[in-house]
T-cell receptor, first 111, second 114 residues
Framework: TQLLEQSPQFLSIQEGENLTVYCNSS?????LQWYRQEPGEGPVLLVT?????EVKKLKRLTFQFGDARKDSSLHITAAQPGDTGLYLCAGEGSTLGRLYFGRGTQLTVWP | DAMVIQNPRYQVTQFGKPVTLSCSQT?????MYWYQQKSSQAPKLLFHYYDKDFNNEADTPDNFQSRRPNTSFCFLDIRSPGLGDAAMYLC?????????????FGQGTRLTVV
């Protein structure tokens, strides 16, 4: 099993603050994905990063893939209550199609 | 416009009584997954189908079985549910291109065992 470690596990901040969550592994991944999950729903894909060192921006969200393709980060600028949710990173394992998830970061943004 | 549909959304079953959860997709994706997710935990991969090839995770209990009769449908059978099997069960699909596995999830089935 290729483990993905996410940190922090819980994050509670005020509206307008910035934050960064991390996804780390000792394994190299061909790609990493970030998902957001709301209570009672399935995860929804936010972004896929493929190239080492890649940076992708999605409005206030910035995703970075480490140069060695072992880690990734998600930075949110000026967080809003609507950003509240469980943020999950996922990577494809050694078997094609096998997709593993990190434990997730539960983000709560207070008005 | 739902592309991955899970039925039912909520399922209550008795301890030890077999239960089947279903998943269908309109995306024509070649890979289908079943994940188990317990409260405040990551989705745990139970197994996945790559086309017709079944891939079981080493730590998936024998109590859990799966069937994929065609590309569009996949079923999760729990032969003798225990209290510890109460969880959200998530079905997902992906097309699996080289270096890029993007998964599309259904809304999940919340299983309660009484």
């Amino acid at each position: 099993t290729q483990l993905l470690e996410q940190s922090p596990q819980f994050l509670s901040i005020q509206e307008g603050e910035n934050l960064t969550v991390y996804c780390n592994s000792s394994s190299v991944f061909s790609s990493l994905q970030w998902y957001r999950q709301e209570p009672g729903e399935g995860p929804v894909l936010l972004v896929t990063v493929v190239t080492g060192g890649e940076v992708k921006k999605l409005k206030r969200l910035t995703f970075q893939f480490g140069d060695a393709r072992k880690d990734s980060s998600l930075h949110i600028t000026a967080a809003q209550p609507g950003d509240t949710g469980l943020y999950l990173c996922a990577g494809e394992g050694s078997t094609l199609g096998r997709l593993y998830f990190g434990r997730g970061t539960q983000l709560t943004v207070w008005p | 416009d739902a592309m991955v549909i899970q039925n039912p959304r909520y399922q209550v079953t008795q301890f030890g009584k077999p239960v089947t959860l279903s998943c269908s997709q309109t995306l024509n994706h070649n890979v289908m997954y079943w994940y188990q997710q317990k409260s405040s935990q990551a989705p745990k991969l139970l197994f996945h189908y790559y086309d017709k090839d079944f891939n079981n995770e080493a730590d998936t209990p024998d109590n859990f079985q799966s069937r994929r009769p065609n590309t569009s449908f996949c079923f999760l059978d729990i032969r003798s549910p225990g209290l510890g099997d109460a969880a959200m069960y998530l079905c997902a699909t992906s097309r699996v291109d080289r270096g890029d596995t993007e998964a599309f999830f259904g809304q999940g089935t919340r299983l309660t065992v009484v």
